[in-house]
């Protein structure tokens, strides 16, 4: 068996390994895991990976969790060109540097939409007005911070590294705008509708209430996650 990818294209490091394979030419098996129906909470899923998390990643006897452990994986593996993971100290570490502040400061907050909007919604749960507004102040800060320390006037983040964040508020940001249409020109609009079809989907579903019940199993996960909310 070759390499297989357990993946959810709703989450955001699913995406991330995703698109950085295919855009490399990196063959795989697709393992979809639906997030929703609380696949990764299966007993045959707690065999692959025991923190039952997507992405995850198998290669023959090898397994592997957590996506920027995967995508340095696959880019050691597959020897992908230098610009995605270069061999140069002092720019590779600046790549490390943005995926900490993006795990804090992008994922942590970006993320927290489509939960408020779409998912709490779904289970009958109401995240509160003052927490939804102070989530919508740490993405301007947030943005701010990308713009500013990450991005400046370069082409793409960290110096060549594309990186996409997968953020649609880039109004009134007119540099972030345009690192996001050379970041979709670079990996081509094709792929990108792809990798992010799925979560465009359940928006869509939402909006027409027609986005089916998660399962039962996944409740408290969900009910965890809202709890958490900032």
Not at 55 to 68: I, M, Q, R
Not at 123 to 139: D, F, L, M, S, Y
Not at 164 to 188: D, I, M, N, Q
Request: net charge positive; with cysteine; charged share 25%.
């Amino acid at each position: 068996m070759g390499l297989e990818l357990y993946l959810d294209l709703i989450s955001q490091p699913s995406r991330a390994v995703y698109v950085f394979a295919k855009k490399n030419g990196i063959p795989f098996e697709l393992r979809n895991v639906e997030l929703l129906k609380g696949q990764h909470l299966t007993k045959e899923f707690f065999l692959v990976n025991s923190l039952q998390r997507v992405p995850t990643l198998k290669d023959g006897d090898f397994l592997l969790s957590e996506s920027v452990a995967i995508l340095i994986y696959l880019s050691f593996k597959y020897k992908t060109a230098d610009h995605w993971y270069p061999s140069d100290l002092q720019a590779r570490v600046r790549i490390h540097e943005y995926l900490g502040w993006h795990a804090d400061r992008i994922r942590g907050t970006f993320g927290v939409s489509l939960w408020t909007q779409v998912l709490a919604p779904l289970i009958g749960a109401q995240v509160p007005e003052e927490k939804v507004k102070r989530n919508r102040t740490n993405i301007d800060k947030a943005l701010q911070h990308l713009e500013d320390k990450f991005l400046g006037h370069k082409a793409f983040l960290t110096s060549q590294q594309v990186v996409a964040v997968g953020c649609p508020l880039f109004e009134g940001r007119p540099r972030l705008s345009a690192w996001r249409e050379r970041v979709e020109a670079f990996l081509g609009t094709d792929l990108c509708q792809e990798a992010h079809g799925p979560i465009f989907h359940i928006v869509e579903q939402a909006a027409n209430k027609t986005l089916p019940d998660p399962s039962p199993e996944f409740y408290p996960n969900m009910l965890l996650r809202i709890f958490r909310i900032p």
